[in-house]
Structures are given as structure tokens and as C-alpha cells.
Nanobody, 115 residues
Framework: QVRLVESGGGLVQPGGSLRLSCAAS????????RRWYRQAPGKQRDLVAS???????NYADSVKGRFTISRDIAKNTLYLQMNSLKPEDTAVYYC?????????WGQGTQVAVSS
């Protein structure tokens, strides 16, 4: 089992920044992908950024150049640095780990971008 706990969400003005954290615990060996998703009200959950076991990183076009995914191996923590935030970034953000074909999800953290 893998347990994921997100934190760092909140209310921020347009143009501001937030850093989301996802603390992982449990059996974290064998994780092949570490990802951030988001879900806006009434919309599907979309992939924002992914970090593969080989270090390959991908971003959704809508966040390229503004968001950065990273991890601290010693702390078993995944991060999402979000800069130049826009109102359309408002959503619940979830971290997701893929291990042996099984997806593990955190509970989500709310990000609201508004003036």
C-alpha cells in the first residue's frame, strides 16, 4: 500500500505562486510514475505533470513554463511549484503514484486563484 497526503493549497491572487507537496509513505519501492492531476468543478480530472522513474518529465500544455514538478527522495515527497497562476488553474490538485499497474491517489488539496 502507498499512502499519499497533499498539502500546500490555498487562495492566491492571479500572478501569484504556490508550492504543493505530496508526502508518500508505505511501500513506495517500484513506483514508475509520480504525477499531479487537477479537477475543476464540473470537469474531468486532467493530468498536469508527470515524473517518470527514468527522470523523464512531461507537462500539460496549459502549464508549461509556469509549473515545475520535482521530488525530494530523502523526504519521499513530490512537489509542484506553481508560478504565474491564473484563475483557470483553480481546481483540486491530486498527486498520483503508479506502481505495478495500480494507481494510488491522495485526498487532494484545493487551489483557488482569484482577485
Amino acid at each position: 500500500q502507498v499512502r499519499l497526503v497533499e498539502s500546500g493549497g490555498g487562495l492566491v491572487q492571479p500572478g501569484g505562486s504556490l508550492r504543493l507537496s505530496c508526502a508518500a509513505s508505505g511501500s513506495i519501492l517500484g513506483i514508475t510514475f509520480r504525477r499531479w492531476y487537477r479537477q475543476a468543478p464540473g470537469k474531468q480530472r486532467d493530468l498536469v505533470a508527470s515524473l517518470a522513474i527514468d527522470g523523464n518529465i512531461n507537462y500539460a500544455d496549459s502549464v508549461k513554463g509556469r509549473f515545475t514538478i520535482s521530488r525530494d527522495i530523502a523526504k519521499n515527497t513530490l512537489y509542484l511549484q506553481m508560478n504565474s497562476l491564473k484563475p483557470e488553474d483553480t481546481a483540486v490538485y491530486y498527486c498520483n503514484f503508479l506502481k505495478f499497474g495500480q494507481n494510488y491517489w491522495g485526498q487532494g488539496t484545493q487551489v483557488a486563484v482569484s482577485s
